[in-house]
């Protein structure tokens, strides 16, 4: 029986050492919730016990289920029939099977039907289900929308949304990207109007929208007439109606089981989310930063496979009479590759843990109002660490999967330039992760204020003392 939690020892050894106990306690909130669901945990052992089971369960999922599916959800790819997406067949039957095993709602509060696990436990999922099928994790267990939702919309929102990405009735997009805004969001043109009743309404274009097809969606949008830059923009939550037309599919180099959607809006009706004129600045901000640690782990998910099916194949190739694994060139490819991923997941697993951190502190400043004082400076160092971490994690994994699947097909040699083998396959589906979520050259404007103002510098000096 495969399993892709089980399989690997370099996880079972962070879950076992990893230190979450204050994440745990500030996520459970005195483990109030035990009261109401019979699922919650009563203490910190119990859970980190739950977070083992369901990882183990994601891992049997993905090991048994959807690695065996991915050459053909690659070929088969997606369709636009008729104005509508089509998955492949395999994606709709383990996006369906993840939802019968109640996994969509991961890091959603129980409330939502969500299981309330910390991001930490959502990267170590992101990597195995990555490990089975890399355009996978752009539907299942895409949890940075429902979450984005979470912490900033309003509770009718909330209500009308949350439960149904949960149970994987609906899926979601973040919509973002146009023809002349990519890196440079402020140039976001998609106009946002409201009636004289209050009611909002977009019209434009969006374009290379992952799973755009997905009935929510949340859309930056231009709401200040005349006012340019990122203060004339808000966000939008927008339900899917006959007001949007999916205009085309792109036809890319990999993912092929994740659709990229062209969108027009017509006089679409959308509810505004939070604050006027903070749409990029904060909420857009806080969705991507979620996001990047979601694409590095879907990078460091696909490096993993791509590195075993070097090794395997080194050890099984034979050349000059001897396994090729024996030769130094191919080994110390292999050595770098597997040093490389582990120091990925170590980065991963570290700026997960900041970010949980911060965000618990955020909750507990916001549940304990008149305790904020106790809270204030932890929150201002995990908040540094957190903007510093997240860019830098999103460019080293990604950069790292891209090295490593190259490496695969070199020990392949000509057999990994086949279609035959997984590797070729995971080459174009690690080349877009350092593109999306703003590209590595992104990640690091992002993190340079982190690097300039002393931060990384004295993390150094903590790690060393
Ligand atoms: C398969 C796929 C799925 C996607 N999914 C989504 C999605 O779900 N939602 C969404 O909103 N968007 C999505 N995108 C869009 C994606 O986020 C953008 O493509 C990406 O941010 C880069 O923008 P761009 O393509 O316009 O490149 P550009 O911004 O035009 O960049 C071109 C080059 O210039 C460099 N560059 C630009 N600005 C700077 C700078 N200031 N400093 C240094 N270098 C710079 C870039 O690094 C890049 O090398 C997706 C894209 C793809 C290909």
């Known amino acids: 029986m495969e399993n892709f939690l089980l399989d690997n020892e370099d996880i079972l050894f962070h ?33 980190k016990d739950s977070y083992k089971k369901v990882l183990s369960i994601i891992g049997e999922i ?27 067949k395999g994606t709709r039957k383990m996006l369906d099977m993840f939802a019968k095993a109640d996994l969509m709602g991961f890091s ?30 752009n539907f299942g267990l895409n949890q940075d929308i429902g979450e984005t939702i979470n912490k900033f919309a309003s509770d009718k929102q909330k209500q009308e949304v949350l439960p149904l990405l949960a149970s994987g009735e609906l899926g979601c997009s973040m919509i973002l990207t146009e ?18 009743s209050g009611q909002w309404f977009l019209n434009g274009v969006k374009r290379f929208i992952t799973n755009g097809n997905g009935e929510i969606g949340l859309v930056l949008a231009r709401s200040e007439d005349g006012q340019t830059g990122a203060r004339g923009l808000s966000f939008f939550l927008y339900r899917r109606d006959e007001h949007m037309v999916i205009r085309r599919l792109e036809h890319k180099l990999g993912i092929h089981g994740s659709p990229t959607c062209e969108l027009q809006f017509n006089n679409a009706p959308v509810t505004l989310v939070g604050e006027r004129k903070r749409g990029l600045s904060k909420y857009t901000m806080w969705l991507m930063n979620s996001a990047r640690l979601g694409i590095a782990g879907q990078a460091l998910g696909i490096a993993e496979s791509a590195y ?27 050595t770098e590759m597997k040093v490389s991923i582990e120091a990925s997941r170590t980065l991963l697993y570290e700026t997960a843990r900041f970010v949980d951190l911060k965000e618990g502190l955020e909750e507990m400043q916001e549940r304990y109002p008149d305790r ?20 830098i994690v999103k460019a ?20 990994g330039y086949m279609q035959e083998f997984g590797v070729e396959r995971h080459y174009r589906d690690a080349r877009i992760t350092n593109i999306y979520e703003g590209t590595t050259q992104l ?7 982190g690097v300039t103002s002393g931060t990384a510098i004295s993390i150094m000096d903590e790690y060393e003392g």
């Open 443 to 449: 990640q690091v404007v992002a993190a340079i204020g």
């Open 15 to 47: 879950l076992e050492n990893m230190d979450i106990d204050r994440i745990i306690t500030q996520k459970e909130d005195n483990f109030k919730d035990a009261k109401e669901y019979s699922y919650a945990p009563v203490d910190i052992a119990d859970a």
């Open 396 to 415: 080293f994994n990604t950069e790292m999967a891209n090295k490593v699947a190259y490496d695969a097909i070199q020990i392949h040699g000509g057999t």
């Open 179 to 196: 023809p002349d805004a990519g890196s440079d969001l402020q140039a976001v043109n998609l106009r946002a109007h409201q009636s004289a």
């Open 62 to 88: 993905s090991g048994e289920n959807l690695a065996p599916l991915a050459a053909e959800i690659d070929e088969e790819g997606v369709k636009l029939v008729d104005g509508e997406v089509q998955y492949a």
């Open 372 to 391: 904020k004082a106790e809270f204030k400076t932890d929150l201002k160092r995990y908040s540094r660490l957190s903007s510093l971490f997240t860019p």
């Open 108 to 137: 959603f509060p129980r409330k939502y039907n969500g299981l309330n696990f910390p991001s930490i436990m959502l990267s170590v999922a992101a990597e195995i289900v990555s490990r089975a099928d890399g355009s996978f994790l």
């Open 308 to 334: 075993r099916e070097a090794d395997k194949y080194a050890g099984e190739r034979i050349q000059f009479g001897k396994p090729v694994r024996e030769f130094p060139p191919v080994f110390e490819m292999l």
